[in-house]
T-cell receptor, first 116, second 114 residues
């Protein structure tokens, strides 16, 4: 596969469940991102990993826990979510974010999450 | 498969020039097209377009959608160095499962030279 892939594409979970979202990039990039896209709201950056180290966490609730085991894989672990967490979660990757230069980000197709 | 293609991939112009960025798309059950400006952090929202032929304008930026030809353009007049960024186009559609889908292009990198 090429580009940025995300699994699952759709997820329905209860508030007491624990689940994980997975993202994989095949582009040789060294930075990966999680975004949240809620209905009628702009894209929100959640986490950034550059060279496998987390460099930004925009005050995301602790019920969202990211993990980046290597430069090609990124996970978002979910536990005790709320209905308002229902949204489209997008993963993206780019090259060389350390310099602060905004390189083009390649986005995955997203995981549509519904919390019941 | 849904697809969003932006052109050019990169563009370098002098301050004061006018630029036009292009976005063409193929998407199932089109709902809207969005433009974002990305600098150092998360993309910032610029426009949402849902109807053909109606120009949206914000200061020196404007955008228009053509739903028949499946494209949109983003114009920036009298460019300034602060306009240097990556401009992302995204298209919202409805998947075969009835859920919303958002497909992004890879962006156009705009560099304004003082």
């Amino acid at each position: 596969e090429t580009g940025v892939t995300q699994t699952p594409r759709h997820l329905v979970m209860g508030m007491t469940n624990k689940k994980s979202l997975k993202c994989e990039q095949h582009l040789g990039h060294n930075a990966m991102y999680w975004y949240k896209q809620s209905a009628k709201k702009p894209l929100e950056l959640m986490f950034v990993y550059s060279l496998e180290e987390r460099v930004e966490n925009n005050s995301v609730p602790s019920r969202f826990s990211p993990e980046c085991p290597n430069s090609s894989h990124l996970f978002l672990h979910l536990h005790t979510l709320q209905p308002e967490d229902s949204a489209l979660y997008l993963c993206a990757s780019s090259q060389d974010r350390l310099a602060g230069v905004p390189y083009e980000q390649y986005f995955g197709p997203g995981t549509r999450l519904t919390v019941t | 498969e849904d697809k969003v293609v932006q052109s050019p991939l990169s563009l370098v112009v002098h301050e004061g020039d006018t630029v036009t960025l292009n976005c063409s798309y193929e998407v199932t059950n089109f709902r809207s097209l969005l433009w974002y400006k990305q600098e150092k952090k998360a993309p910032t929202f610029l426009f949402m377009l849902t109807s053909s032929g109606i120009e949206k304008k914000s200061g020196r930026l404007s955008s228009i959608l053509d739903k028949k030809e499946l494209f949109s353009i983003l114009n920036i007049t009298a460019t300034q160095t602060g306009d240097s960024a990556v401009y992302l186009c995204a298209v919202e559609g409805i998947s075969n499962f009835g859920n919303e889908k958002l497909t992004f292009g890879t962006g156009t990198r705009l560099t304004i030279i003082p």
